[in-house]
């Protein structure tokens, strides 16, 4: 189930290359830190990943890959819901039954460090809880490859690393998670580095 890129470049319009010649190969139980300076094209490659824009030149081939993930840098949820439902939910969408689902979700919790805030609202959590629970929804829809987009951008140092802490745990899964970051804390969670201006690395 990887994702190859060969040749890979992108441009709106007449207007200069975002990138060009990118090349690389994504696996399952892997997470890449897409990194590049502002206007590098970081998140028009998570868009030629998910499928929702075609690339002006090379190819990307995704073997298998049916569902795709978004964790968006600002965490959006129910107010008023639980956050372990937000957890929950996905689980149940997938046909799981509901006790196995709450189990599960119970789980995901525990793997993010969220138990204390289990039973609040959305709306009670911090902005480093809401991204941990966005980042364990996104892990519970079981999707074939994860995007990430800038998951600390607005968060202190502190509230940062947790959920670097939590980024560095996705490679447990099957998903190909991929992280845009501007962040060399996040970056350096993540298992591979892909930068724009250099390619694929380690």
């Keep these: 189930m990887p994702v190859i890129a060969d040749g890979l470049g992108h441009r709106f319009g007449r207007s200069p290359w975002l990138f060009r010649g990118l090349a690389f190969q994504l696996d399952p139980g892997r997470v890449y830190a897409l990194t590049g300076p502002s206007g590098s094209g970081k998140s028009t490659l998570l868009a030629l990943l998910a499928g929702w824009t075609a690339p002006s030149e090379g190819t990307l081939e995704r073997r298998d890959v049916e569902r795709v993930g978004w964790v968006f840098q600002n965490p959006h949820g129910s107010p008023r819901r639980a956050a372990i439902d937000h957890v929950r939910l996905p689980f149940l969408a997938r046909g799981i039954p509901p006790g196995e689902a709450v189990q599960r979700a119970a789980e995901l919790i525990r793997r993010f460090g969220l138990e204390s805030v289990a039973a609040s609202d959305f709306r009670q959590l911090s902005g480093g809880e809401a991204q941990r629970l966005m980042l364990a ?27 670097n802490d939590a980024i560095s745990s996705l490679a447990a899964g099957h998903s190909i998670v991929v992280v845009a970051t501007h962040d060399p804390r996040t970056r350096d969670a993540c298992s591979d580095h892909i930068d724009l201006g250099r390619g694929l690395g380690r």
């Design 137 to 163: 929804r996104g892990v519970a829809a079981s999707p074939d490859l994860l995007l990430v987009d800038e998951p600390t951008a607005q968060l202190d140092p502190a509230t940062a690393e947790n959920v």
